[in-house]
């Protein structure tokens, strides 16, 4: 079956744009969460949703934001961008909840000059 | 809050021959779980190994196996017979059995030597 879904892979954004990141979970998988991953801090969690509603939210501001649809697919939206948010943003999914570990998806590597 | 500490950011390792990755976790929680992760340069993270903190048994996928150590707080990966495909970033994480989020370690870069 068809593994997590990210899109686009690559994006460049100038600095105050907003973006937006798409991820589709492996289908019957009702949990996505999303992380930011760069070199300084490594991975860091941002947002879990269950059912369309958000779970968890780590410590990121609130131009980080994110939803959930009803068929599970997942949306980050990060506005007023800043040269930091370069980074590789990674979606996974899980069936049963995130003890049995996450699917990820390959990322979307965003560079904001 | 739970940390993870990986102290080895690099390792190497010959073909064929095994390769220990250590990874040491703080919490006050007795309900959790860890796991490894594996990253390749394709930037997907695939996971390796799963253990529950509740069973004694260490956990042990084909070429993979854990030394979970709960008094050390401890929970290293062994991988035997390493194979070329295994070089890749080594993540520990650990998530509780209370409903947070994954806290993952800084990794371990792993290289393997034909």
């Known amino acids: 079956k068809a593994g997590v879904t990210q899109t686009p892979r690559y994006l460049i954004k100038t600095r105050g744009q907003q973006v937006t990141l798409s991820c589709s979970p492996i289908?019957?998988?009702?949990?996505v969460s999303w992380y930011q991953q760069t070199p300084g801090q490594g991975l860091q969690f941002l947002f879990e949703y269950f059912s369309e509603t958000q779970r968890n939210k780590g410590n990121f501001p609130g131009r980080f934001s994110g939803r959930q649809f009803s068929n599970s697919r997942s949306e980050m939206n990060v506005s007023t961008l800043e040269l930091g948010d370069s980074a590789l943003y990674l979606c996974a999914s899980s069936a049963y909840g995130t003890n049995y570990g996450y699917t990820f998806g390959s990322g979307t590597r965003l560079t904001v000059v | 809050a739970q940390t993870v500490t990986q102290s080895q950011p690099e390792m190497s390792v010959q073909e064929a021959e095994t390769v220990t990755l250590s990874c040491t976790y703080d919490t006050s929680e007795s309900d959790y779980y860890l796991f490894w992760y594996k990253q390749p340069p394709s930037r997907q993270m695939i996971l390796v190994i799963r253990?529950?903190?509740?069973?004694?048994q260490n956990a042990t996928e084909n070429r993979f196996s854990v030394n979970f150590q709960k008094a050390a707080k401890s929970f290293s990966l062994k991988i035997s017979d390493s194979q070329l495909g295994d070089a890749a970033m080594y993540f520990c994480?650990?998530?509780?059995?209370?409903?947070?989020?994954?806290?993952f370690g800084p990794g371990t870069r792993l290289s393997v030597l034909p």
């Open positions: 289908s019957g998988h009702r949990s």
């Open positions: 994480a650990y998530r509780s059995g209370y409903g947070q989020n994954f806290v």
């Open positions: 253990q529950e903190a509740y069973k004694q």
